[in-house]
Structure formats: structure tokens, C-alpha cells
């Protein structure tokens, strides 16, 4: 069993020393551009800070939400911020911590990663990351990489890699997804990372009611065979523009609408799925996988360290075997009294660390002083609920 040894103060330093460092190599226009781009002010989300290596899709997916997000179908290009800049946009986030025990890292999200177009960007993207930041990296993707490119993955020092493989339907996947990959080459690339030492994860999400559920024992025997080490499952969410095209594609929208209220124009609107996931838990861990409620929880499994969403004190763990609880980081009061000062220019009166949490007591004028995203940097090194009591 691995437990780490976390020094709050070394790695609130790290985030410093990589910014400056990062600032020498970049010109003034490079540095520009990597400060006002969105990646250096967001908020992470549970699955960890989401990094575009592209923009749009044109996959064309039936159930794909980036439509009504503001991106289209109908091209796909490649990020414009280059590998460094993308890894100085990350150090100069507030909400970031660098480092393995840092925020995770999430690639896709608005745009196929491995699109041929923004696959150079991502693996760019892939490698600073590991080599200057030491961050987990997850993606998930519906395309292949190459053997060569996998190869090439595999002898990356200090790569801490999550694949996610996105497959929801084995029959209709010409309808819902008429440009993607078929599932059956999705099941090659998993076997490819599989011999190359990755832990490939199948990504079942979004689960399509009446589309998914029925194919479920089918696409989770497929993916065991091809080599997942366990499944993600997540929820569908629909707008008027999703049923609509989900209707065009053939899918019987009925069981889809009986899961959601009044459709909203383009507001996406999650599908009350709670069952249809019980149902995914019980096929995966009938054949022997792992189940996980959540990507950072596959992550976090992947790369063999405590999750970064702290899933075991929300109700969201599923007791897989990376034992999160058995690998939270040793924590020294002292050096958290220091990171808050150094952190917020605030002085603890009191701190007091338990296994879940830490309770820091701070005088009522010096709470205002405090940012949300100071409280966050703490969560994430310390791996656990961070308390503020005035006092």
C-alpha cells in the first residue's frame, strides 16, 4: 500500500517555480494569450479541470450536447493554445494545484481528442502535462490512436494516464454516431492500450433509455473480452435539439421523455437515470469489472492514488479496489497553518485534521480573506472537506 506524503507548503512552491519557469520560456504575446484564455480562470469540475485540445465535432452524435453549447457539427479544429502556453494558462488558475496528487486533468469534453485534426494538440497537450506538471490525465474519446501513437504514450516518464472509451450502442451506432468510429474498433483500441500497460475503462455515457439498457450485457461482455478494467456510467442529458435529432435517428424518445420534466429549449436537462445505473453496477460486477458512479473515480483507480472529488465522503464511492481512504496523505498542522497564510495571508488560530476533514478556526475578519479557490487548493492536497470557523 502506497500513503503520501503530502508537504502543503512544497507543493503551493511547485505551482510557483513551474509558473516562473514556464514565464522565461514564453514570449510576451504567448504569455498574453495563455492568461486571458479560459483555462487559466475556470473552476474544475468533479471529473477534474477540463481541457479543450479542440473545438467543435463533427462526429455528429444524435445524443451529443455540445450543439446547444454553442459549437457545431460541422468542423473540428485544433486548440490554438501550443502545449507550454496551455501548461502556463493551468499554473496561473487559482482553482489548480500542479503534481500527482494535484487536480486532475480532464481532455475532451467539447471535441473528439484523437479527431484528426486536433490529435497532435492532444497528445502535445498529454506529454507537457506529464513532464511538467505531473498531473493525472484522463480522456475519453470514440476514435483510435495508432499503435505507434500508443507506443509512444507508453514511454512517456511519469505518465499518469486514464483512458475512457466511450461506447453506449453496439446496434445503432450508424444512427446516434454517423461519423464516429464503429464500436467494434473502439474494442480494438482498447485491447491496443491494454498490451501497451494502460488500464482502459469503458465509458458508458451517456445511457440512452430504451437504447443502452437494452443492449447492456452485449456492449459490457464485448468490452470485458476486449480488456476494460471497468465501466463509468453516466446519465443522458437531453434539450428539445437532442430528443429531436434522437427522434430523426429512430430512437423510440418515450422512455427518455417519461425520466424528464418540461423540455426547456436549449437548457440541458439531466434524464433520471438512478435505476438504469443500478442496473449497469449490478451486469459489470456480475462479470467481474469494476464499477465506478464517476470519471474521477476511474481516474483516480488508473493512476493508483486518492480521488480528487473526495468520492468517499460524498455517497459516490463504490468501494472499488483503489482504496481510497487507505492512501489519504499524511497531514503536518503546521505546514497547513503555513499554506493558509502563504495561500491567503490569513493565520490559523486552530487547526484540527481528522481521516475526512480539516477544520481550520480563523478570526470573523480574516474569513472575507479567504477565496473559495484557497479553500479548494487545500481540499485537493490534502484530500479532504476543508472547514472554515469563525471565530
Not at 66 to 93: R, S
Not at 167 to 195: G, H, M, Y
Not at 208 to 232: C, F, H, N, Q
Request: proline residues 5%; aromatic residues 6%; positive net charge.
Amino acid at each position: 500500500m502506497e500513503v503520501f506524503d503530502v508537504n502543503t507548503l512544497n507543493s503551493i512552491y511547485l505551482k510557483e517555480k513551474l509558473r516562473k519557469q514556464l514565464e522565461l520560456k514564453l514570449d510576451a504575446s504567448s504569455r498574453k494569450r495563455a492568461l486571458s484564455d479560459h483555462h487559466a480562470k475556470r473552476k474544475p469540475r468533479p471529473c477534474g479541470l477540463t481541457v479543450h485540445s479542440g473545438i467543435g465535432c463533427v462526429n455528429n452524435c444524435a445524443y451529443c450536447y455540445i450543439q446547444d453549447m454553442g459549437f457545431d457539427f460541422k468542423n473540428t479544429k485544433p486548440y490554438p493554445l501550443g502545449n507550454v502556453e496551455m501548461a502556463y494558462a493551468l499554473l496561473n488558475n487559482p482553482w489548480f494545484c500542479p503534481g500527482k496528487t494535484g487536480t486532475f486533468i480532464a481532455i475532451g469534453s467539447v471535441t473528439e481528442p484523437f479527431h484528426p485534426k486536433c490529435v497532435d494538440r492532444s497528445l502535445s497537450y498529454i506529454e507537457a502535462f506529464a513532464e511538467i506538471l505531473g498531473n493525472p490525465i484522463q480522456f475519453s474519446t470514440k476514435m483510435m490512436l495508432s499503435e505507434e501513437h500508443v507506443k509512444k504514450l507508453s514511454q512517456i516518464k511519469n505518465l499518469l494516464l486514464s483512458p475512457l472509451i466511450t461506447i453506449v450502442t453496439l446496434e445503432a451506432s450508424k444512427q446516434l454516431e454517423p461519423n464516429a468510429p464503429t464500436p467494434f474498433d473502439r474494442l480494438e483500441f482498447i485491447k491496443c492500450l491494454r498490451k501497451y500497460g494502460f488500464k482502459p475503462i469503458l465509458f458508458l455515457r451517456p445511457i440512452i433509455p430504451g437504447v443502452t439498457d437494452r443492449e447492456l450485457d452485449d456492449i459490457v461482455s464485448e468490452a470485458k473480452s476486449a480488456g476494460v478494467y471497468g465501466v463509468v456510467a453516466g446519465s443522458l442529458r437531453v434539450t428539445e435539439g437532442i430528443v429531436a435529432r434522437l427522434r430523426k435517428a429512430g430512437v423510440d424518445v418515450s422512455a427518455i421523455l417519461k425520466r424528464v420534466g418540461k423540455l426547456q429549449g436549449s437548457k440541458q436537462i439531466a434524464v433520471r437515470s438512478g435505476d438504469l445505473k443500478q442496473l449497469v453496477e449490478k451486469v459489470v460486477k456480475e462479470k467481474g469489472l469494476t464499477y465506478f458512479n464517476s470519471a474521477c473515480c476511474a481516474c483516480a483507480f488508473s493512476c493508483e492514488i486518492p480521488c480528487f472529488s473526495l468520492c468517499w465522503v460524498t455517497n459516490m464511492c463504490t468501494d472499488c479496489p483503489n482504496r481510497c481512504e487507505e492512501k489519504l496523505p499524511h497531514v503536518g498542522i503546521d505546514d497547513v497553518v503555513r499554506a493558509l497564510h502563504l495561500l491567503a495571508g490569513v493565520k490559523a488560530i486552530d487547526v484540527e485534521v481528522s481521516m475526512h476533514k480539516v477544520s481550520l478556526k480563523v478570526s470573523k475578519d480574516d474569513v472575507k480573506k479567504i477565496a473559495d479557490a484557497h479553500l479548494f487548493t487545500l481540499q485537493t492536497l490534502l484530500r479532504r472537506k476543508i472547514t472554515l470557523i469563525p471565530s
